[in-house]
């Protein structure tokens, strides 16, 4: 019994260790990327396209009151949080990091903000298709082929119950993997069982597609696929790639 008892403890120490050795490379890594300057007053960013460029995929009034409404909303009450709580100065990745410390707006505010902002430039019109070059190698590498990424992803973002994102991310050892999370929760996030640096997501809470879709949530995932740009995708997996040092 003490035999046993001291072989599960070390695997559950060499777990946590694995654990807090991953949050921390992911914290290091994001310090490094772009947005990492992300801090206090927040902004939108201009919408990279006409609301209804991305028809008839996503429709326009859907992108207009998305962005114009929701996202404007986030935003605006991120700003309050943090001034309200003396934190306007903390790069938001920093919150993002010991997102447990802070309260319970800036973590849903500031989830709403940066998953909006890099959700928009994810997608393009006439997106869609297939990766190419280092990111199909490595969604081959990590799913199998390109169709079983594709289905993960489209499942993990069906079966999220009620609102959230479904995520494609690169953990501490750079490999993707597919992740959702609830409300406004990114994998950034010190919160996250499994942490990693975003290079695409799909909204769904219901805002995102009830105008057009109305319940069916699989429609405009299945839609989603026709509008992605792969180009920025990439881009943010090249950035993710170099910030972790691999």
């Keep these: 019994m003490n035999k046993l008892f001291t072989v599960l403890f070390w ?3 060499m777990v946590l260790s694995n654990s807090l050795f991953s949050q921390n490379a992911i914290k290091e890594a994001s310090q490094k ?3 990492y300057q992300l801090k206090g007053q927040y902004q939108q960013a201009p919408l990279p396209y006409a609301f ?3 028809e008839p995929y996503l429709d326009a009034e859907t992108m ?3 962005y114009s409404k929701h996202h404007a909303g986030y935003t605006n009450n991120l700003n309050k949080s943090v001034s309200a709580s003396g934190l306007a100065e903390m790069p938001l990745f920093d919150l ?6 802070y309260p319970v707006a800036i973590r849903n505010n500031g989830g709403g903000f940066y998953n909006h902002l890099i959700f928009w430039q994810m997608l393009k019109p006439n997106g869609g298709g297939e990766p190419t070059g280092a990111l199909a190698a490595a ?4 799913f199998g082929d390109y169709t079983a990424f594709q289905s993960e992803f489209s499942k993990a973002a069906s079966g999220r119950f009620g609102s959230g994102w479904a995520w494609l991310s690169v953990d501490s050892a750079g490999k993707l993997f597919v992740s959702s999370t609830a409300n406004q929760d990114n ?3 010190s919160t996250e069982l499994q942490q990693g640096i975003p290079v695409l997501a799909i909204d769904v809470w219901e805002h995102a597609y009830y105008l057009k879709y109305q319940n069916k949530r699989g429609d405009y ?3 989603f696929w026709r509008v992605v740009n792969w180009d920025e995708v990439a881009n943010r997996y090249a950035q993710a790639l170099k910030a972790l040092n691999l």
């Design 11 to 13: 695997v559950v120490l």
């Design 221 to 223: 995932i299945s839609s």
């Design 33 to 35: 990327l772009n947005e």
């Design 52 to 54: 209804n460029a991305l």
């Design 187 to 189: 994998p950034l996030m």
């Design 139 to 142: 969604i081959k590498s990590a």
């Design 64 to 66: 207009e009151i998305h």
């Design 96 to 101: 993002f990091a010991e997102i447990e410390k």
